[in-house]
């Protein structure tokens, strides 16, 4: 959808729409919990978290929030379908710099949660 991630390595966008997910949480979205996973992701991700993921995440976010309800797009009218858990209707958060993202992801209580 957009090619300016083309810049960021295929585990950093991975690793990015995982911590946009767990922030929907106040939107009733479910997830496992797992122990740590912060501090798993940035492990198991092994992109660096001030160059890379971070922008990336930012860089997600923004984008959530302008492809958000654009339904004459293919794969937003796709994802919107009951089927498909109607994903295309989760409301994005109000986009984050990159500061944030960092903050978030690594202060002491946030990795160990």
């Keep these: 959808m957009n ?17 946009l997910s767990r922030q929907y949480l106040a939107q009733g979205i479910g997830y496992q919990a797992i122990e740590c996973w912060k501090a798993k992701l940035l492990k198991c991700a092994q992109v660096d978290l001030l160059k890379e993921l971070a922008p990336c995440t ?10 958000h309800g654009r339904a004459y797009r293919f794969v937003n009218k796709k994802y919107m379908w009951q089927g498909l858990h109607a994903v295309a209707k989760v409301r994005p958060n109000p986009p984050a710099d990159a500061l944030h993202f960092v903050a978030y992801l690594s202060s002491n209580a946030a990795t160990a949660v």
Excluded: D, K, M, N
């Excluded at 090619?3 to 911590?19: D, E, K, L, M, W």
């Excluded at 930012?58 to 492809?67: D, M, Q």
């Design 58 to 67: 930012a860089a997600l976010s923004r984008l959530h929030v302008a492809e």
């Design 3 to 19: 090619g300016g991630f083309c810049r960021y390595s295929p585990q950093a966008i991975a690793a990015a729409a995982t911590i």
